[in-house]
């Protein structure tokens, strides 16, 4: 530990440090007896915090000063609307509406100049976005008009652990690169179900994957997180360091820091056994009452899930119900969907295969469509769900006009004995309960408007009718919520007020909720 007289004296040091640009406190300073460790450099950040005021610049005035300090620092790293691959990295995103354009774009390819342009966003006072793997899909929550981009795409350093308990990745990588790098010790591990989802976003918001019903949450199988924190501190959050942001970190989204690095817990998967399942219109209300039946026995006696949806062609009016189900082993076809197997369907097939090969063919192209995600949850009810199904059928009938219009209705099965994992794991997480959902998407941006009106509408009036019948959860899962939805409303309470707490903390300044302001965000205290 360093002594007081020691801190003060690189607090000393810190304020004659800074020169090109604001280096952070933990990587710049090092203690005569050793460096610092991660609760002190806590302390540190909250003392130097205490003595700075951040100013909230206008957009330009703010972005203009980063763009200039980043481009005296790191030239190369930096790319203006002139540079040749400015368009590129501006529309590298997976919904057409999350492009927009930003001042600069800044591409680390180091933790330390995370911290150095977190630093300099805060000194000047400019607003920014940062981008993961690029899927959250609405203007403003990963890309910014005016401000800054940190486009983390260049952090993409992955390894499995000597022991190859865990695996470590950067904020650059995305699913199929952690699937590949486990896959040769026989590994798996709990993370997105797409191959191109990152890694940073979903964990920081929790996580959907085919085998929650066993192993959590993929928020819940992070063992650690490197952060960097609002005033460019860098720190490490796990079972023993910084435990209170550990847990923040767990569903919490981008409200406290920026993860350069995750260390995920790995299992020894080396195979799945697998499903692909297509129906007829007819199988629908058959479809849903199994869908229902596996929500509500879902133990986790055998790892499995799903991917359960029913796409509407509002032109052709073809109704389309399909399930991609795998499960943890070799026994095919996968017993846990035994429900669905006895419905006359068009397609089956069924696999055994190495996760990865799984992963591998579930692509989701980027820049293919404009989409507006919403949901609502409700406790497992098939009568209830064939209701909601039919008045959404209804509602799509009635919007048939808008160009490219691709309705899809997905019920997303969130098992209580994935909420088991975190009650049992010492730690917990942010959120809980049961999930279902719909999103649609669609090709024309002058229906934007109309269709999250549309879509807003229909759930608002659903939830209604599942409150009456005692069967709403307030629960939104933030990687499928609306622009217009707030999920930390369906939180515990107690839970955001101790996010919040936590959020002032470690972002005193707020550099986490007024500089970098889109995605989900705690609000004001
Ligand atoms: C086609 C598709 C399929 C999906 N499938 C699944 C699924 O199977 N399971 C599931 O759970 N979810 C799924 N989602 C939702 C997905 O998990 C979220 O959209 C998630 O936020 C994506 O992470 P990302 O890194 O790609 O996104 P980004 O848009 O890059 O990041 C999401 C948010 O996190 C912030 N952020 C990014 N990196 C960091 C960082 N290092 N530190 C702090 N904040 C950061 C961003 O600013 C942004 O607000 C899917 C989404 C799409 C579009």
Same mark, same amino acid.
């Given at each position: 530990?360093?002594?007081?007289?020691?801190?003060?004296?690189?607090?000393?040091?810190?304020?004659?440090?800074?020169?090109?640009?604001?280096?952070? &406190?933990?990587? +710049? &300073?090092?203690?005569?007896?050793?460096?610092?460790?991660?609760?002190?450099?806590?302390?540190?950040?909250?003392?130097?915090?205490?003595?700075?005021?951040?100013?909230?610049?206008?957009?330009?005035?703010?972005?203009?000063?980063?763009?200039?300090?980043?481009?005296?620092?790191?030239?190369?790293?930096?790319?203006?609307?002139?540079?040749?691959?400015?368009?590129? #990295?501006?529309?590298?995103?997976?919904?057409?509406?999350?492009?927009?354009?930003?001042?600069?774009?800044?591409?680390?390819?180091?933790?330390?100049?995370?911290?150095?342009?977190?630093?300099?966003?805060?000194?000047?006072?400019?607003?920014?976005?940062?981008?993961?793997?690029?899927?959250?899909?609405?203007?403003?929550?990963?890309? &910014?008009?005016?401000?800054?981009?940190?486009?983390?795409?260049?952090?993409?350093?992955?390894?499995?652990?000597?022991?190859?308990?865990?695996? #470590?990745?950067?904020?650059?990588?995305?699913?199929?690169?952690?699937?590949?790098?486990?896959?040769?010790?026989?590994?798996?591990?709990?993370?997105?179900?797409?191959?191109?989802?990152?890694?940073?976003?979903?964990?920081?918001?929790?996580?959907?994957?085919?085998?929650?019903?066993?192993?959590?949450?993929?928020?819940?199988? /992070?063992?650690?997180?490197?952060?960097?924190?609002?005033?460019?501190?860098?720190?490490?959050? *796990?079972?023993?360091?910084?435990?209170?942001?550990?847990?923040?970190?767990?569903?919490?989204?981008?409200?406290?820091?920026?993860?350069?690095?995750?260390?995920?817990?790995?299992?020894? &998967?080396?195979?799945? +056994?697998?499903?692909?399942? #297509?129906?007829? !219109?007819?199988?629908?209300?058959?479809?849903?009452?199994?869908?229902?039946?596996?929500?509500?026995?879902?133990?986790?006696?055998?790892?499995?899930? +799903?991917?359960?949806?029913?796409?509407? *062609?509002?032109?052709?009016?073809?109704?389309?119900?399909?399930?991609?189900?795998?499960?943890?082993?070799?026994?095919?076809?996968?017993?846990?969907?035994?429900?669905?197997?006895?419905?006359?369907?068009?397609?089956?097939?069924?696999?055994?295969?190495?996760?990865?090969?799984?992963?591998?063919?579930?692509?989701?192209?980027?820049?293919?469509?404009?989409?507006?995600?919403?949901?609502?949850?409700?406790?497992?009810?098939?009568?209830?769900?064939?209701?909601?199904?039919?008045?959404?059928?209804?509602? /799509?009938? !009635?919007?048939?006009?808008?160009?490219?219009?691709?309705?899809?209705? /997905?019920?997303?099965?969130?098992?209580?004995?994935?909420?088991?994992?975190?009650?049992? *794991?010492?730690?917990?997480?942010?959120?809980?309960?049961?999930?279902?959902?719909?999103?649609?998407?669609?090709?024309?941006? !002058?229906?934007?408007?109309?269709?999250?009106?549309?879509?807003?509408?229909?759930?608002?009036?659903?939830?209604?009718?599942?409150?009456?019948?005692?069967?709403?959860?307030?629960?939104?899962?933030?990687?499928?919520?609306?622009?217009?939805?707030?999920?930390?409303?369906?939180?515990?309470?107690?839970?955001?007020?101790?996010?919040?707490?936590?959020?002032?903390?470690?972002?005193?300044?707020?550099?986490?909720?007024?500089?970098?302001?889109?995605?989900?965000?705690?609000?004001?205290?």
């Amino acid at each position: 530990m360093a002594s007081s007289n020691e801190l003060i004296k690189i607090l000393t040091e810190l304020g004659e440090s800074r020169s090109c640009v604001s280096r952070s &406190i933990g990587k +710049s &300073i090092s203690l005569s007896g050793g460096s610092l460790e991660a609760d002190e450099l806590s302390l540190l950040a909250a003392v130097v915090s205490s003595t700075e005021n951040i100013t909230i610049a206008n957009l330009s005035t703010g972005s203009s000063c980063a763009c200039a300090q980043l481009a005296s620092c790191y030239g190369s790293l930096l790319l203006t609307s002139n540079s040749t691959n400015y368009t590129a #990295e501006a529309t590298d995103y997976w919904d057409v509406r999350a492009d927009l354009l930003p001042k600069c774009i800044f591409m680390p390819t180091k933790a330390d100049q995370v911290a150095d342009a977190v630093s300099v966003f805060a000194s000047c006072g400019a607003q920014f976005a940062i981008r993961g793997g690029g899927h959250m899909n609405f203007p403003g929550s990963n890309n &910014i008009d005016g401000g800054v981009l940190l486009a983390l795409n260049n952090l993409t350093d992955i390894k499995v652990a000597s022991d190859n308990a865990t695996i #470590e990745a950067g904020p650059g990588t995305r699913w199929i690169d952690v699937y590949t790098a486990l896959s040769d010790y026989g590994l798996y591990c709990i993370g997105g179900r797409l191959k191109t989802i990152g890694v940073a976003g979903l964990e920081l918001i929790g996580g959907f994957h085919y085998l929650n019903n066993k192993y959590g949450m993929a928020m819940d199988n /992070v063992v650690s997180y490197d952060v960097v924190l609002g005033n460019g501190t860098q720190v490490v959050a *796990n079972s023993t360091l910084n435990r209170d942001l550990f847990w923040a970190l767990k569903g919490g989204s981008s409200n406290f820091g920026i993860v350069t690095k995750f260390t995920i817990k790995t299992l020894k &998967i080396p195979y799945i +056994s697998t499903t692909i399942q #297509e129906f007829n !219109e007819s199988a629908v209300p058959d479809f849903i009452a199994a869908t229902a039946n596996l929500a509500n026995n879902d133990g986790p006696d055998i790892a499995a899930g +799903s991917v359960i949806s029913i796409s509407y *062609n509002a032109t052709t009016k073809v109704v389309s119900p399909s399930l991609l189900g795998v499960q943890e082993g070799t026994e095919s076809p996968p017993s846990r969907f035994a429900n669905f197997s006895v419905i006359p369907s068009v397609v089956t097939e069924n696999n055994v295969m190495r996760p990865l090969e799984w992963h591998s063919q579930l692509d989701s192209p980027f820049q293919m469509f404009r989409v507006q995600f919403a949901h609502k949850t409700i406790k497992p009810d098939a009568d209830q769900l064939y209701s909601i199904y039919k008045a959404w059928k209804t509602a /799509v009938d !009635e919007i048939s006009d808008v160009k490219g219009l691709y309705p899809t209705f /997905v019920m997303n099965i969130l098992p209580a004995s994935s909420l088991s994992v975190a009650k049992n *794991n010492g730690i917990g997480n942010t959120w809980g309960l049961d999930d279902d959902q719909s999103y649609i998407r669609w090709a024309n941006a !002058e229906d934007d408007l109309r269709m999250t009106n549309w879509a807003r509408s229909l759930l608002d009036y659903w939830h209604l009718e599942n409150q009456a019948k005692n069967l709403t959860s307030e629960f939104i899962y933030m990687g499928d919520a609306g622009d217009f939805q707030y999920p930390f409303a369906g939180f515990p309470l107690e839970n955001v007020q101790r996010m919040r707490e936590i959020r002032s903390a470690y972002d005193p300044l707020g550099v986490f909720s007024r500089l970098n302001w889109g995605g989900f965000k705690l609000g004001a205290n």
